[in-house]
Nanobody, 119 residues
Framework: VQLQASGGGLVEAGGSLRLSCAAS????????VGWFRQAPGKERKFVVG????ESTNSAQGRFITSRDNAKNTVYLQMNSLTPEDTAVYYC?????????????????YGQGTQVTVSS
């Protein structure tokens, strides 16, 4: 499967952004999906994910991820953004049914999209 992330940009603190991760080459709904972010000079960190069987996950509060099987796309809705959320955001997929928390637990990655939150 190939992943294409998009939707990043510049937003003011308190604003919202929605990232998209479109899959091609395979059906997205057979993968667990994770969203990660990496700030300059820091390690890549898990943000939120979807189990294979899930269509939405709002457990992280400000960050909500959802799946649209018809569009073969997963979304990350980010609300109440702060400058600390500034990073490159990545979507990732793995064939296991459950989410992995470590970046090396995923086989497939999108190219990353930059999110910058101004104060």
């Amino acid at each position: 499967v190939q992943l294409q992330a998009s939707g990043g940009g510049l937003v003011e603190a308190g604003g919202s952004l929605r990232l998209s991760c479109a899959a091609s080459g395979d059906a997205f709904n057979i993968y667990a999906v994770g969203w990660f972010r990496q700030a300059p000079g820091k390690e890549r960190k898990f943000v939120v994910g979807l189990r294979r069987s899930e269509s939405t996950n709002s457990a992280q509060g400000r960050f909500i991820t959802s799946r649209d099987n018809a569009k073969n796309t997963v979304y990350l809705q980010m609300n109440s953004l702060t400058p600390e959320d500034t990073a490159v955001y990545y979507c990732a997929a793995r064939s296991q049914k459950d989410i992995g928390l470590g970046p090396y637990e995923y086989r497939y990655y999108g190219q990353g999209t930059q999110v910058t939150v101004s104060s």
